[in-house]
């Protein structure tokens, strides 16, 4: 007969495809059921941390539920931090945790609901009764409410019999939320009449299939498009797109967005780091946002329509059509291409170490064009952003970055191998966050192979640190990091290291990427880069942070 483990398996099976995690005494019996009952595919990972970071990044770049799997007690307390993240990034996805038995606590066991509760996500305990259609409620959910749920397993009943497998209910999912037609009108007329428009898509957009309809949108009132971090690649007219928006865009880019005299926002929250804190969009211009959310999530937004992107758009496009023929628009007139360009840097910074724009540059000229791009929190993010293009947005993830975390970047990585088969995995992560996810080097190296690249963004120091707080005279010595060979370390995983000094020992990476993904190994550049050079963003957080009047003052050195 089957038993409970098995039941909750079954249900897993029906919504997912991948299952990421460590196995324990508290999911022996999950894992069973998994590998033995399911078409499902246990992935193992070496620390609890990255079961839930690589779930997460699944996720993200396949659209498909993520499952994560880890013991009860510590091994649950391991997956909090990448918990959180999956909640504030609003990702789908189901941790499934051994749990103290029905019959009470051990010494070792501690409140997981509690512990859940604490970063966000809510938990359902299975029972002997109907663990299948527990399981259920708790997937429904996390689709239903893009956020992540923890299913707590008991450690006496994992192994109890359920009874039969039965058929699965089909899930109550919520439906796209139309645009009110007058909403659509009220929009569109604005857009017609607009001199400067400029439309900003987000994630949202990517989620919601929006970006034809903004294409057409764009194209009809001649409008400039830019992105957020997380809407990079939607658009389909590079050549009036300004690339990304806030403090990792261009300056000259961002100079025109300021002009735009109708900003049209599509699915992107207006954080603010895309908002420049406050600074984005010029005062008078109107700001128009369309999102799911019930209500405008900041407050320089003047008019809020509830609406699903795509459907949202497709009204506005067919609107237009009605309204006869609307201004021009002046994109005819910009430059987006030479806009959008980034500052290329040095070579060779000052102290003689690595200017990070050049190599960033540089890399992303010797990059496979098919890739995913994966980024841990810290100072280094804003490279990546800043000079290397993605195709789309599920192309491209910050993991940590929501919950403003660093130490998730190498197990982001056999996440999108996985949801990715094809692509070549790029990953940037800094010294500091490299060091707190090294469990995982080997996992990144063993999933993805010869389709991995890991950049180590190398300046013997936490920069952010050193930047924001160095810069206020505070004690330096906790901000520095002796310098690690990570070349050395990737290698001992099987990996090829490539200590990188010199613009010429990036070349590596150029002959790399034309060998055989079947044959070459997995590569990792250890960037030994200047931290003199302040990326952009951070500069635009430094000045907040000096600035007592600002109501951002407490911005934080990662941005979301």
């Excluded at 990715?420 to 010294?431: F, K, N, R, S, W």
């Excluded at 810069?471 to 690690?484: C, R």
Aim: charged share 20%; glycine share 10%; no cysteine.
């Amino acid at each position: 007969m089957p038993i409970v483990s098995a039941h909750v398996a079954h249900a897993l099976a029906a919504h997912a495809d991948t299952v990421f995690g460590v196995m324990g005494n508290g999911n022996a019996y999950l894992l069973d059921a998994v590998e033995r009952d399911t078409d499902m595919t246990f992935v193992a990972v070496r620390h609890e941390a990255g079961g839930v970071v690589a779930a997460d990044v699944h996720q993200r770049a396949s659209g498909r539920l993520a499952v994560a799997t880890a013991t009860y007690g510590a091994g649950f307390t391991n997956t909090l931090t990448p918990l959180a993240e999956a909640v504030q990034a609003r990702v789908p996805l189901v941790l499934v945790v051994g749990d103290e038995p029905t019959t009470g606590a051990r010494p070792w066991d501690v409140d997981q609901v509690a512990l859940a509760a604490a970063v966000g996500a809510r938990t359902w305990v299975v029972g002997l009764a109907d663990p299948a259609g527990t399981t259920l409620d708790a997937i429904e959910h996390a689709l239903a409410h893009r956020t992540a749920v923890v299913v707590a397993l008991p450690y006496d009943i994992a192994a109890a019999d359920a009874g039969p497998l039965h058929s699965l209910r089909e899930l109550a999912l919520p439906s796209r939320v139309p645009p009110t037609a007058s909403e659509v009108d009220a929009v569109a007329h604005l857009l017609a009449g607009a001199e400067r428009p400029v439309i900003l898509a987000g994630r949202g957009a990517w989620l919601a299939g929006a970006g034809a309809a903004i294409d057409a949108v764009a194209d009809a009132v001649g409008a400039l498009t830019t992105a957020s971090a997380l809407g990079r690649g939607l658009v389909a007219r590079d050549e009036h797109d300004l690339g990304v928006a806030g403090g990792f865009g261009a300056e000259a880019a961002m100079a025109l967005v300021h002009e735009a005299d109708v900003a049209l926002v599509v699915g992107a929250s207006l954080n603010q780091f895309t908002m420049r804190f406050g600074e984005l969009f010029g005062e008078d211009a109107h700001v128009v946002q369309v999102d799911v959310s019930t209500s405008a999530t900041n407050a320089r937004v003047d008019t809020f329509v509830h609406g699903d992107a795509r459907l949202t758009l497709e009204a506005i496009a067919a609107a237009l059509d009605g309204i006869g023929e609307p201004a021009a628009g002046w994109r005819a007139s910009v430059d987006a291409v030479a806009a959008r360009r980034q500052e290329r840097g040095d070579g060779i910074a000052a102290d003689g170490r690595l200017d990070p724009r050049t190599a960033a540059a540089r890399i992303g000229e010797l990059l496979p064009a098919d890739r995913v791009v994966v980024t841990d929190g810290g100072h280094f993010l804003g490279w990546a952003n800043m000079h290397w293009p993605v195709a789309a947005p599920d192309r491209h993830h910050m993991v940590g970055t929501a919950y403003q975390s660093i130490g998730l970047g190498f197990p982001s990585v056999p996440g999108a191998a996985v949801a990715h088969p094809d692509a070549t995995i790029v990953l940037a992560t800094g010294d500091g966050g490299g060091l707190m996810a090294l469990a995982d080097l080997e996992s990144a190296v063993r999933v993805a192979g010869g389709r991995g690249v890991a950049t180590v963004w190398n300046d013997a120091a936490y920069a952010a640190e050193t930047t924001l707080y160095g810069g206020k005279g505070l004690a330096e010595p906790p901000m520095l990091i002796p310098e690690v060979d990570f070349a050395s370390l990737a290698t001992a995983v099987g990996a090829e290291g490539v200590v990188v000094r010199t613009m010429d020992d990036l070349e590596r990476l150029g002959t790399w990427a034309q060998e055989d993904p079947a044959t070459r190994r997995f590569l990792l550049l250890d960037l030994r880069i200047s931290r003199e050079v302040v990326a952009p963003y951070q500069e635009e957080i430094m000045r907040v942070n000096q600035s007592p009047t600002r109501a951002q003052i407490a911005a934080e050195p990662v941005p979301a």
